[in-house]
């Protein structure tokens, strides 16, 4: 085969030179090439080795397509297992040929094809399994894989993620999603319009045809020009839409972000309503050696001389069996090319499309039996269908078109069903699971006027207005006789190039009783490449529907899972790399801790906090025991600043808090708050807090200090993702309040000596309520919570307050031996209280149910966050791990972490110590623990296996302290 770069035409900026390297050799192209074009150009045949038996291969499509090429790029562009038809040249690109050693030309690798006929599919899970599999294991897993990663992070920029709703989606800028853009843009509609190419137009870009009686490119750059110009639509390329999740969710990879700081951009996108114009994929043809370079597919060579001007050989052979390898014959014949023959396996070849080719030779009801050649395509083999001899053509360039495929793959991701059209050949979508439809070639719409026609149809339709004017267009009308495999094939006859899977594989599979087409996927790894079997999938369908004596439409389809194409792991992620600043947080009375001599922890999300203040002399634990007896018997003040805080304005709010919350907000009322859970989508506890409600509209949450971000992330993402339409509004206010808790049961004594401007008696301020007003004359919010067990009154100002309130405080109380207070005593008195702590009980493997909170599990509400998954895991399972109190016996401390085991044996965990304090009100180390079963135990005794001794407990309820809440209310 050798490579021409016509004199003119193309799409190509031929004043820009631009020179690379492949495989060590340097070589020129232009501006506007894409690798695979500029190698084509310059005469290269041999670019690539196959994957299992590292035979000679060639470029065979021209886009995502490609199943043949994949190539590493080099140096600063260093990216693995790119196809090369998608690879746009660059100025000093450099690439090489994956999975082949020393070279393409010459691969040691090659040596696997001398055993083939022992290593068919399947054999990797019959083999390799004596003596032991580690002894083959270094082997295999060098062998494993294409390329590898690249081991230094891009030179410049970063990956980034973006969120985004919009009322259409539209995946694929050829003629129907063009024309969808178009007119629901003029419509005021916001309209995303994304396209995998580097170029909008889909097929328009690489046919000869005309709208309007113009050349159709002309009418795609007046589109494109008309929707950029519209502030409602916004048009990406080199953006491919790679995943279709639930309610409309959508990915989308956006490959050249236009800015030098940004390499790849990951989309999250919510659509009102999707329409996928993905367009179609021409599927190969089964016969011997379709694998030799020069052996393209007939719209990839159409591509590459209508947008490319490149002639990819000289004489060529054309095997089809449709009408659209007609099309492409009229063009070769137009560049110059010589078109040796066109071999149909039709037997009646309409005559509308025989015309369009002149005096080219048409051999109708023939089949070419095998491509002649190894390094390249030098001839064919051609056979009748019905038998006789067969005759050789040489050739250098053979050209092969089994149909098209509707590309259904976003389609069959958003769960929407398939239905097998015989006069297509091929899957089309039937009913949708979601707000989508197709439109165009992806709906079995092959033609252009039929495409426009679509897209115009279902955007007026989206849209509630009449549909405009459709331009006019020509095209050749569609037509085929499926040819799964030709039968009388010599040679390896490949369905799936990239994984080196042939009919004979297949049929091994079925014979092993692999009948089910999944299983025949996974038995012979046919369309698991990084082309997702694109071109062969459907010809591995049909050989199954051939084999087993079925239509195609009873075997049906793979399951087409994300993504669409490779994403690299950085655009997923959205990532930026490099060393980051975090430093501590401080509150206004940081220097006041250090000054008194306090330990100080990170109490999460980086905040600083006393654990404890340990005066002159005293130990750790005579330090806590001091502060927890305090607030058992006086008086104790902590800052409670870091505990996150958001505001929530919006009509709308009650309901979301409905939504994430177990139990119900939105029937508070004004001036009283309550305590709440939020679940995970896998029904596992997120966080816990309290919700204030402020007026009608307006509302409080505090969270978890550890969690706040996190929350903060988890609303926002619903907002933005599942009810962008509700009115709410988050604001974080974490750093716009700070806070002392008054606790212990001379609480009330100190808020008195502050001057309150309002009542703050049990019966004028309960528990569970808040009021705004002054104390010590500094303007408060004073909210009856509590995290001790206690009476506690939690004082809130703004943070230029906080120190003069601190102050004041602790003057007031001094009369009643008011002391500061520690996390390590809070962690003491919440254990107590049998009050759980994320950090401690909450493990990753337990509810609420099991933490004995089934009262803030909403039986009223018909849905909220994770209560479908908890009835799912509780359905599941009989033993669960529940919360329980444990009194060690003899009086010891257990570590926590502890594990408990049946008897103190060694075996497997029923369950582990959460928790163990020393209890300052029963003189004695008490604890918390999650056991197996452990609400039908109280009263048993459990046993904790340390390393060196056994330690029995006794099993109790995990309210250790006042269970009635009677001081906490008081």
Same mark, same amino acid.
């Given at each position: ?870 009835? !799912? ?57 999650? !056991? ?39």
């Amino acid at each position: 085969m050798t490579g021409k770069r016509l004199p003119n035409g193309g799409q190509i900026e031929r004043a820009k030179v631009f020179y690379f390297e492949f495989n060590g050799r340097k070589y020129s192209g232009f501006a506007g090439d894409t690798l695979a074009s500029a190698l084509l150009a310059n005469g290269v045949r041999l670019t690539a080795r196959s994957f299992k038996y590292h035979r000679p291969r060639g470029i065979v499509g021209s886009g995502f397509e490609e199943p043949s090429t994949m190539v590493e790029l080099l140096g600063d562009d260093a990216s693995a297992n790119r196809p090369v038809t998608v690879v746009a040249l660059r100025d000093g690109l450099r690439a090489k040929s994956v999975n082949c050693w020393p070279s393409a030309s010459f691969d040691i690798g090659a040596l696997t094809q001398v055993i083939s006929r022992f290593i068919p599919a399947g054999f990797y899970y019959k083999t390799f399994k004596w003596p032991n599999w580690h002894l083959f294991e270094p082997w295999i897993r060098r062998a494993a894989g294409l390329a590898s990663a690249p081991r230094s992070q891009p030179k410049q920029g970063h990956f980034e993620n973006r969120f985004v709703h919009t009322d259409v989606l539209i995946a694929g800028a050829g003629p129907a999603g063009l024309m969808s853009a178009l007119i629901l843009g003029r419509a005021g509609i916001r309209v995303m319009i994304c396209d995998e190419s580097a170029a909008a137009g889909g097929s328009l870009l690489n046919r000869q045809l005309e709208i309007n009686a113009q050349p159709a490119t002309v009418w795609v750059d007046k589109t494109v020009a008309e929707l950029a110009a519209m502030p409602n639509v916004t048009h990406l390329q080199n953006a491919t839409v790679w995943a279709y999740r639930e309610h409309n969710y959508l990915m989308v990879n956006e490959r050249e972000p236009g800015s030098v700081n940004i390499l790849e951009r990951n989309w999250r996108v919510r659509a009102c309503k999707v329409i996928c114009a993905t367009g179609a994929i021409e599927r190969s043809l089964v016969f011997g050696n379709n694998d030799t370079p020069g052996v393209m597919l007939s719209s990839a060579v159409q591509t590459y001389i209508n947008r490319y001007a490149v002639l990819p050989g000289k004489r060529a052979i054309v095997f089809t069996n449709n009408n659209s390898a007609y099309s492409v014959v009229a063009d070769l014949v137009s560049a110059g090319m010589n078109v040796a023959a066109i071999v149909d396996s039709r037997i009646n070849v309409p005559k509308s499309v025989q015309d369009l080719v002149g005096d080219v030779n048409i051999l109708s009801n023939h089949v070419v039996l095998k491509a002649l050649g190894y390094r390249s395509v030098r001839g064919v083999k051609v056979q009748a269908n019905d038998g006789g001899a067969s005759q050789t053509i040489s050739c250098d360039l053979l050209l092969h078109s089994g149909g098209w495929n509707p590309a259904v793959h976003l389609w069959s991701q958003s769960r929407g069903s398939l239905k097998f059209d015989d006069k297509l050949a091929a899957f089309i979508p039937n009913e949708p699971a979601q707000s989508t439809v197709s439109v165009g070639a992806a709906s079995g719409q092959f033609e252009l006027t039929d495409a426009l026609r679509t897209g115009a149809e279902t955007a007026a339709s989206i849209a509630g207005i009449p549909i405009s004017d459709i331009p006019n267009s020509n095209d050749t009308p569609y037509a085929i006789t499926p040819l799964w495999c030709v039968k009388a094939a010599r040679g390896k006859a490949f369905l799936d190039i990239q994984n080196d899977v042939t009919v004979d594989d297949v049929h091994l599979a079925l014979r092993e009783g692999y009948d089910n087409v999944e299983h025949v996927k996974r038995y012979t790894t046919g369309g698991m490449g990084i082309d997702q079997g694109k071109i062969g999938n459907i010809n591995i369908i049909g050989t199954v529907a051939l084999a087993k004596g079925l239509p195609a439409n009873e075997i049906g389809t793979t399951t087409f899972r994300s993504p669409y194409t490779p994403v690299s792991f950085g655009a997923i992620s959205g990532i930026r790399e490099g060393s980051v600043a975090l430093p501590y947080r401080h509150t206004p009375i940081t220097a006041w801790n250090h000054a008194k001599g306090a330990f100080m922890y990170e109490s999460g999300a980086r905040w600083r906090r006393p654990g404890y203040f340990p005066i002159e002399g005293e130990k750790f634990q005579d330090a806590v025991n001091r502060e927890c007896f305090a607030v058992r018997n006086g008086v104790g003040v902590y800052d409670g600043s870091p505990l996150g805080t958001f505001e929530l304005k919006g009509r709308d709010v009650g309901r979301f808090l409905d939504y994430i919350y177990t139990n119900i907000m939105s029937t508070l009322i004004p001036g009283k708050a309550r305590y709440g859970l939020m679940l995970s989508d896998d029904g596992l506890i997120l966080d816990d807090g309290v919700v204030l409600r402020l007026s009608e509209h307006r509302w409080i949450v505090s969270t978890s200090t550890g969690h706040a971000d996190a929350m903060n992330s988890h609303m926002e993402e619903l907002l933005q993702t599942e009810f962008s339409d509700w009115n709410v509004f988050v604001t974080t206010v974490t750093s716009q309040w700070n806070n002392a808790t008054i606790c212990g049961p001379k609480a009330r004594d100190v808020i008195e000596a502050l001057s309150p401007n309002f009542d703050t008696s049990r019966d004028a301020l309960p528990f569970m309520s808040f009021v705004d007003g002054e104390i010590a004359g500094l303007p408060t919010r004073v909210v009856r919570v509590s995290y001790t067990g206690e009476l506690s009154y939690e004082i809130n100002v703004a943070p230029r307050h906080m120190h003069a309130l601190w102050d004041k405080v602790l003057s007031a109380g001094e009369h009643v031996g008011i002391v500061p207070v520690g996390s390590e005593a809070s962690h003491v008195l919440r254990v107590e209280k049998g009050f759980l702590s994320l950090g401690h009980e909450v493990d990753g493997t337990v509810d609420p149910y099991d933490l004995g909170m089934g009262w803030a599990m909403s039986k009223k509400k018909q849905d909220y966050v994770g209560k479908h998954a908890v009835n !799912l895991r509780r359905a599941g399972t009989t033993n669960r791990r529940e919360l329980v109190g444990v009194i060690p016996e003899p009086d010891r401390m257990i570590p926590e972490g502890a594990p408990l085991t049946p008897s103190g044996e060694r075996k497997a965990t029923e369950g582990l110590i959460t928790a163990c304090v020393w209890s300052v009100v029963y003189h004695r180390w008490v604890g918390l623990a999650l !056991l197996e079963n452990g609400k039908s135990r109280h009263g048993e005794t459990a046993h904790v296996r340390l390393k060196d001794s056994i330690v029995p407990v006794k099993i109790t309820p995990p309210v250790h302290y006042d269970p009635d809440g009677e001081r906490l209310r008081s």
